[in-house]
């Protein structure tokens, strides 16, 4: 919180707030400790300006911080990206540079009142995309006050499929992921759905690029097609030889068909984002999930 009264509190680190990572939960943020009573208001919710030779009694800004969690909390940010930020987020190469300016510029710039272009991130596991998009809608309900929603593509798929069978209605399925400020979908296209679900994706985004919400994606397909070959020498994952070859074989627009890509297109900066050759062994002596490095 930018206007919160900083504090020497080594829980929050003078934020005021802590962000609890509960694994098999979505990340949680809470008032800390050392705010249970506004150290500002002493709990009254008001302070007292100086006017002249009065005083008028003006809100705190705790009243915003726990408005915020409750924003925040709202989100669904996965428990292994739960404190991600763009402060934690390393700058390992150019890309990593390049896309963590894209994010946090779109964060930085973003208002309710007008469109803004969002962005989609590409490139193999492991290179930071969870951590990024997490960043960017922490800072958004933290710093500003917006609300977002994250959802996984396989799960929003499984979603709609599960609404259809108990006989709800499309837009009643779809109706808050249209309607939510920015909507994150990660891991787009990592299930190639059937018809229908390619229509309701289509349906849900082009309901919000026309109603000039911001979505951001992330996918582990590329956007074209030389790109994903790796090269000579370059020492891939041995123990996902299956997503290696489909990589190789597909791309983005391949994935998730021409009608949704060009809409994509249309929403979207495309930003590649990959660890380039196999970083998490050079660097950290073994191999682990995407979602291990944030
Ligand atoms: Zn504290
Ligand atoms: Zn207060």
């Excluded at 962005?119 to 958004?140: E, I, Q």
């Excluded at 006050?145 to 499309?170: C, P, Q, T």
């Excluded at 809409?263 to 990959?274: G, I, P, S, T, Y």
């Amino acid at each position: 919180m930018p206007d919160q009264p900083k504090s020497s509190c080594p829980l929050c680190d003078g934020a005021g707030y802590v962000v609890d990572q509960v694994l098999g939960s979505t990340a949680r943020a809470r008032r800390c400790t050392c705010q249970s009573v506004c150290p500002r208001c002493k709990g009254t919710g008001y302070t007292l300006v100086p006017s002249g030779e009065t005083a008028l009694a003006q809100e705190c800004a705790c009243r915003h911080t726990d408005a915020r969690l409750a924003i925040f909390n709202q989100i669904g940010i996965p428990a292994a990206v739960a404190t991600a930020s763009f402060e934690s987020f390393r700058n390992w190469s150019q890309d990593h540079a390049a896309a963590r300016a894209v994010a946090e510029d779109f964060a930085r710039k973003f208002r309710q009142d007008r469109p803004t272009k969002g962005f989609l991130l590409y490139g193999r596991p492991g290179a930071g995309k969870t951590h990024l998009l997490a960043a960017t809608l922490r800072y958004l309900a933290l710093e500003k006050g917006i609300a977002s929603r994250y959802v996984e593509f396989m799960l929003l798929l499984s979603d709609m499929k599960a609404g259809f069978s108990a006989n709800r209605s499309h837009m009643e399925i779809l109706g808050p992921l249209i309607r939510v400020p920015v909507l994150v979908i990660d891991e787009l296209g990592k299930e190639r759905g059937t018809d229908w679900e390619r229509s309701m994706l289509d349906e849900l985004i082009s309901r919000r690029f026309n109603s000039g919400l911001s979505t951001l994606f992330a996918t582990n397909y590329f956007i074209e097609r030389k790109a994903q070959k790796p090269a000579p020498g370059t020492r891939v994952d041995p123990r996902s030889p299956e997503f290696l070859r489909e990589q190789e074989s597909l791309t983005l627009s391949e994935r998730v068909g021409d009608r949704i890509y060009s809409r994509l297109n249309e929403m979207c900066a495309f930003v590649k984002l990959d660890p380039g050759t196999d970083f998490r062994k050079d660097r950290f002596g073994s191999g682990s999930g995407d979602k291990k490095f944030w």
